[in-house]
Structure formats: structure tokens, C-alpha cells
């Protein structure tokens, strides 16, 4: 079983919209979330980090499901500038704290 | 906005030769960490970095390898041999400290190994 597995899309909505993605994780002492976003051949850019009790900012809103070692991302209210590969990303319990990727769900919006 | 700068952005070498890739980390971070993307996959980790020592590596992260931090403010990962299969993105990572578990990272050096 793949450590963060994504469904890589590509999610294809009109302006406006609301979208989800999810995503599952295998190794049950992660410790910490986040979604990040990357645009072509550029680096990761944090989006946000997932709190246990859910967590909103602006358009987005991530949720954590430790009993399903599941996490989504919502995004409302969809905007061209939205259209990007979304990376679920966690931190193992190691002590380097290094993050483990999802291979991305891949975003377009569309006017 | 304080952020982790990388250089240089795209690096063509001849396979056998050595690289270095340079990274300035967020100023006061502690933890440094390098990752690698090869087109079209995932954003693997390669090795992180603290208090001046290697922390944890990945397979990925061979006798090829090494990491530097020769003075307060760079970051650097030396591929002694390149290989075909480095050609990559390798992006460079600092965060904050214990409790910060947010990691920010460069915007990456394009490794093309011919």
C-alpha cells in the first residue's frame, strides 16, 4: 500500500465550483497534515495545515480523519487561478521529521 | 517574507561529473532537508539535516551523495557521479524548529544529467 495515495485526476470544473479531493495515508502514527499546491515545474507551496478538528481558510477547507487515516481538501467558490496539482503531504513519527508526498491531484479550472 | 533560495535554477552536466547544488535556508531555521522530483512523479525525500549532521536519509541517498552546511547560511548537496537517472528537480527545505512543522521549500534546481 502506497504511504499517501491521491486520486491523481485531473479534476476538470467551471469557475465557480466546488471541488473536493481525498486522500488516505497508511502509517497510523502520522503525526501531522497539510495539503500543499504546486504549479507546473515549480516547488511545493504550502496551502495549509490539517487540524483534527477541521480547519477553514477563505475558499478551503481540510479535514482529518485519524480513524480512517483519511484527509480532504474542499475548495469553493473555484477561481482560474485555483488550477494546480494539490500535493496531500504527511509527517512520519521520525526524528528528522521528513514529509511524505502524495504523487497530487491535478486541478483545472475552466472560465 | 523570509524564503529559502536555491541555486543555481538549471544545472546541465555530462554524466560522471560532480554537481553541487546550493541552498540558503530560511535564516533562523534549524532543520534543512533536500527532496527530489523526477518529471512526472512524486516529490521523494533525499535527507534531512540538524545541529550539523545527517538526521535521516533515504535509500535514495547513496555513497553519491553528500550534504554540506560550510557556514552559517548555505545548504549545499553534492552528487559526486551523476548518473542519467539524477536528472531531477531537487528542491531544498528548512523549517522552523520543534514545534514548527511547517517546511518551506526553494524553488528547486533542474538537474539535467546528458
Known amino acids: 500500500r502506497k504511504e499517501v495515495e491521491q486520486d491523481p485526476g485531473p479534476f476538470n470544473v467551471p469557475e465557480g465550483a466546488t471541488v473536493a479531493f481525498n486522500c488516505t495515508y497508511s502509517n497510523s502514527a502520522s503525526q501531522s497534515f497539510f495539503w500543499y499546491r504546486q504549479d507546473c515545474r515549480k516547488e511545493p507551496k504550502l496551502l495549509m495545515s490539517?487540524?483534527?478538528s477541521g480547519n477553514e481558510d477563505g475558499r478551503f477547507t481540510a479535514q482529518l480523519n485519524r480513524a480512517s487515516q483519511y484527509i480532504s481538501l474542499l475548495i469553493r467558490d473555484s477561481k482560474l487561478s485555483d488550477s494546480a496539482t494539490y500535493l496531500c503531504?504527511?509527517?512520519?513519527?521520525?526524528?528528522?521529521?521528513?514529509?511524505?508526498f502524495g504523487s497530487g491531484t491535478r486541478l483545472l479550472v475552466r472560465p | 517574507e523570509p524564503e529559502v533560495t536555491q541555486t543555481p535554477s538549471h544545472q546541465v552536466t555530462q554524466m560522471g561529473q560532480e554537481v553541487i547544488l546550493r541552498c540558503v535556508p530560511i535564516?533562523?531555521?534549524?532543520?534543512f532537508y533536500w527532496y527530489r522530483q523526477i518529471l512526472g512523479q512524486k516529490v521523494e525525500f533525499l535527507v534531512s539535516f540538524y545541529n550539523n549532521e545527517i538526521s535521516e536519509k533515504s535509500e535514495i541517498f547513496d555513497d553519491q551523495f553528500s550534504v554540506e552546511r560550510p557556514d552559517g547560511s548555505n545548504f549545499t548537496l553534492k552528487i559526486r557521479s551523476t548518473k542519467l537517472e539524477d536528472s531531477a528537480m531537487y528542491f531544498c527545505?528548512?523549517?522552523?524548529?520543534?514545534?514548527?512543522?511547517?517546511?518551506?521549500f526553494g524553488p528547486g534546481t533542474r538537474l539535467t544529467v546528458l
Open positions: 490539517v487540524y483534527s
Open positions: 535564516s533562523n531555521h534549524l532543520y
Open positions: 503531504v504527511v509527517m512520519t513519527p521520525s526524528s528528522s521529521y521528513k514529509l511524505i
Open positions: 527545505a528548512s523549517r522552523g524548529g520543534s514545534y514548527v512543522n511547517e517546511q518551506f
